[in-house]
């Protein structure tokens, strides 16, 4: 257990729809990570939020957006789903920044769209 | 930009037998490097990490070294078990940019036979 939780772990929606993914940092990590994990585009860095701020955005959608909450939970928010967007969306956390920095990841959360 | 290269799979090997799966990366900076296993149904665990050049990662008799020269970090060992399979995925960190989400490699399918 790493220590990193996430919900849903898996949710059925339709295409058009909007869902939202939760993520549980572990104990005291500031930094909080999301990837989206598909077959065709293999694991792909989404965004990072450091202490409640965006630090570094990477292959993100925009109709995706996230945040994180003072409590350091963060949410990523899908909209206007579209087939291709069903993939295991995985949270990941660290105490802070910096090359050589350890990141958990939690167990994930699968997204099926139809 | 930064990218990860490694070989694919399925890798399939008997019990006992020597483990090698190589990884090369490009980079900008001066990354660090990272083995990450996701066992089936499971989050991505840290194996092990590397953050300078000749370091040798270790853990669970997994080892790999950050060869600057080379650009490689090939993950190795001695005698596999049916365990081990997994999928590996090799990843790097760099702070180019100020952004240190990891970057990965498509992943190693590895299949252990008894």
């Known amino acids: 257990d790493s220590g990193v939780t996430q919900t849903p772990k898996h949710l059925i929606t339709a295409t058009g729809q909007r869902v939202t993914l939760r993520c549980s940092p572990r104990?005291?990590?500031?930094?909080v990570y999301w990837y989206q994990q598909s077959l065709d585009q293999g694991l792909q860095f989404l965004i990072q939020?450091?202490?409640?701020?965006?630090?570094a955005k990477g292959n993100i959608l925009e109709r995706f957006s996230a945040q994180q909450f003072p409590d350091l939970h963060s949410e990523l928010n899908l909209s206007s789903l579209e087939l291709g967007d069903s993939a295991l969306y995985f949270c990941?956390?660290?105490?802070?920044?910096?090359?050589?920095?350890?990141?958990?990841f939690g167990e994930g959360s699968w997204l099926t769209v139809v | 930009g930064n990218s990860v290269t490694q070989m694919e799979g399925p890798v399939t090997l008997s019990e006992e037998a020597f483990l090698t799966i190589n990884c090369t990366y490009t980079?900008?900076?001066?990354?660090?490097l990272f083995w990450y296993v996701q066992y089936p149904g499971e989050g991505l665990q840290l194996l092990l990490k590397?953050?300078?050049?000749?370091d040798k990662g270790s853990n669970k008799g997994f080892e790999a070294t950050y060869r600057k020269e080379t650009t490689s970090f090939h993950l190795e060992k001695g005698s596999v078990q049916v365990s081990d399979s997994a999928v590996y995925f090799c990843?790097?960190?760099?702070?180019?940019?100020?952004?240190?989400?990891?970057?990965f490699g498509k992943g190693t399918h590895l299949i252990i036979q008894p």
């Open positions: 990941a956390s660290s105490p802070h920044t910096g090359s050589g920095n350890t990141i958990y």
């Open positions: 104990s005291g990590d500031l930094s």
């Open positions: 939020y450091y202490n409640g701020e965006e630090r």
């Open positions: 980079a900008t900076g001066y990354p660090s």
């Open positions: 590397a953050t300078k050049a000749d």
């Open positions: 990843a790097l960190s760099d702070l180019r940019g100020g952004a240190d989400g990891l970057t």
